[in-house]
């Protein structure tokens, strides 16, 4: 079974940088495709990131796209998620996750395996 570990969450001021590091256990990274969610305290669980098995493609939703990126290192089994200007409203618990699925997914029902999750806290 993969495991995931992120790290890299603390607390921050706005317009400030954050990267994000998920390790991801096992010898069949490459085989995944990976991406980020977040949830902030009362609400949903949000799409982020995703990034395909080869990091050829990559996806954002409007509220992070030109802010944060996505990439992997295959050889170092890790993901990141690179956090620049960050806004109060990026406060949250940052997850990595992993899929099977074929394409770009964003949305969470699609990943298959979870990280514990790492906090973000963006302060004004």
């Known amino acids: 079974q993969v495991q995931l570990v992120e790290s890299g969450g603390g607390l921050v001021q706005a317009g400030d940088s954050l990267r994000l590091s998920c390790a991801v256990s096992?010898?069949?990274?490459?085989?995944?495709?990976m991406g980020w969610f977040r949830q902030a305290p009362g609400k949903e669980r949000e799409f982020v990131a995703t990034?395909?098995?080869?990091?050829?493609?990559?996806y954002y939703p409007e509220s992070v796209k030109g802010r944060f990126t996505i990439s992997r290192d295959n050889a170092k089994n890790t993901v990141y998620l690179q956090m620049n200007s960050l806004k109060p409203d990026d406060t949250a618990v940052y997850y990595c996750?992993?899929?099977?699925?074929?394409?770009?997914?964003?949305?969470?029902?699609?990943?298959?395996?979870w990280g514990q999750g790492t906090q973000v806290t963006v302060s004004s």
């Open positions: 996750a992993a899929t099977h699925t074929y394409g770009i997914p964003s949305t969470s029902s699609w990943y298959d395996y």
């Open positions: 096992g010898r069949t990274f490459s085989s995944y495709a």
């Open positions: 990034i395909t098995r080869s990091g050829g493609d990559t």
